[in-house]
Nanobody
């Protein structure tokens, strides 16, 4: 069951910015932690940033100072503002959410490609 949909990926030159967004495709009862993970070709999926429902954030060291996670709890939407992008940021970015519909579940988006050219 795919309940999260990402948007905002694309091609950008080094030093540029992108903003990703993620929202449930259907109405849900609640959401807890939401965040972003990424997977580059030939590499394992890694955490980028997460935010709890209370606003506590966690960032990968590689993106601190460049990326900012935010969320709109009323819209149950999470965002990732990516600034000063580097070629090594190139990856498929996946939205994550701890979602409650009829029960709590870990849900993932299908991914959005971010490509940073030099």
């Amino acid at each position: 069951q795919v309940q999260l949909v990402e948007s905002g990926g694309g091609l950008v030159q080094a030093g540029g910015s992108l903003r990703l967004s993620c929202a449930p495709s259907t109405s849900i009862a609640g959401v807890n932690t939401m965040g972003w993970y990424r997977q580059a070709p030939g590499k394992q999926r890694e955490l980028v940033a997460t935010m709890t429902s209370a606003g506590i954030t966690n960032y990968a060291d590689s993106v601190k100072g460049r990326f900012t996670i935010s969320r709109d709890n009323a819209k149950k939407t999470v965002y990732l503002q990516m600034n000063s992008l580097k070629p090594e940021d190139t990856a498929v970015y996946y939205c994550y959410g701890r979602i409650y519909s009829s029960y709590w579940n870990d849900d993932w988006g299908q991914g959005t490609q971010v490509t940073v050219s030099s």
